[in-house]
């Protein structure tokens, strides 16, 4: 009866929401999996000095080819991962092959570079960040200088005071703290003087279509003059058109990130990456 009842019960769910937690179910099972073999990896994509086009780092970005499903965008399974809890060994594997890169670098005389590594909601809410972080300086001998932490408008606003917090920690530690995905979450205007960060990530939804969009134009010019006000840095996301580029660089943006400089990369293609690229580019 126990049987049929829960039977009548799964008819609750459509067939939209079955196959919806169906796939959710798959792809977590497929993502433990992957852990558990080493079968995640990490592309590098270039940030540059807006004014010279000068590499001067690079966003590290999860990459997942699964021999079944094949590539899964972040955007289909980070969300998942950070649902299930599995962002947490995730987010710690990619902090730790971050800082592995970064000991490379350091012994190849490339350590003017930095590497910036996305932060989820639950590893800034998690309380076991500093200790881990703490662990990976000392075993790797890492300038925490030369990494920067990104946090998304969204979930630093999720508990700003744990978020204020925080980030004054990891700012005495000597990290370099970033707001992504600037201006798509609730404003947080009143929380930019509180929050202890060096630089402003604008949006790639603000940069796309920035020569035709004056609102879009608007905001991106706003922003710039608010964060240089506020003594902050400004990385404009998702150029990759050199009308883009010009556009910025007469707003006096700092840095940017986008196709137009460098697609998302292995680790060993960015290092010729770097290599050829030592002499700057011709601008807009
Ligand atoms: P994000 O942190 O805002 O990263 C930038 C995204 O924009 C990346 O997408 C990058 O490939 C893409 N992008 C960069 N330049 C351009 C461009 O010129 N045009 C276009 N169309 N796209 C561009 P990706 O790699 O698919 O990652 C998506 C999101 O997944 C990231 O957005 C981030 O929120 C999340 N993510 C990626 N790796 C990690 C990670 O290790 N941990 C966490 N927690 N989240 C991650
Ligand atoms: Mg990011
Ligand atoms: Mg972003
Ligand atoms: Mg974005």
Known sequence: AAKREGRGNFQFFSPAMNAATHEHLLLENRMWATLENGGFDVHLQAQVELETGRVIGAEVLLRWHDPELGSVEPGRFIPIAEESGLILPLGDWVLARAMALLAEWRDDGMDHLRLAVNLSARQFSGGALLSRLDELLAEHGIDPARMELEI??????????NTRRLLLQLRARGFKLAIDDFG???SSLAYLKLFAIDRIKIDRGFVRDIETNPNDAAIVDATIGLAHALGLGVIAEGVETLAQWGFLRD??????QGYLFGRPMPAREFREFVRARAQPVPGP
């Open 152 to 161: 998304t408008e969204t979930a630093a606003m999720r508990d700003p005071e």
């Open 184 to 186: 798509t979450g609730y």
């Open 251 to 256: 707003r006096n943006s700092d840095e940017a």
